[in-house]
Nanobody
Framework: VQLQASGGGLVQPGGSLRLSCAASGTIFNINVMGWYRQAPGKQRELVATMTRGGSLNYGDSVKGRFTISRDNAKNTVYLQMNSLNPEDTAVYYC????????????WGQGTLVTVSS
């Protein structure tokens, strides 16, 4: 099983980016999919998660600006990021709880988001 994230890059303050993360391999079910981020010198923190049934959880710093969504048929999770500010600069990692023979937690390789003028 692999998670492949894409969509990071350089954006100006106030701008938007959309991240995608697709799971591939022998997958029978995916429960929670989500995004975490890690800024330089800081611990990894929750950005947003979404269950297969649609329950949402957002980190306090992104509420009202970021939107998570997923396409269960494509085993893909998205993160729409609006009103970006320099404090959002970080490596963004996708995560998924995937059932193969049992549930395990998988991480993507990370995609860098830089917010700067």
């Amino acid at each position: 099983v692999q998670l492949q994230a894409s969509g990071g890059g350089l954006v100006q303050p106030g701008g938007s980016l959309r991240l995608s993360c697709a799971a591939s391999g022998t997958i029978f079910n995916i429960n929670v999919m989500g995004w975490y981020r890690q800024a330089p010198g800081k611990q990894r923190e929750l950005v947003a998660t979404m269950t297969r049934g649609g329950s949402l959880n957002y980190g306090d710093s992104v509420k009202g600006r970021f939107t998570i969504s997923r396409d269960n048929a494509k085993n893909t999770v998205y993160l729409q990021m609006n009103s970006l500010n320099p404090e959002d600069t970080a490596v963004y990692y996708c995560n998924a709880q995937i059932f193969t023979t049992r549930y395990n937690s998988y991480w993507g390789q990370g995609t860098l988001v830089t917010v700067s003028s």
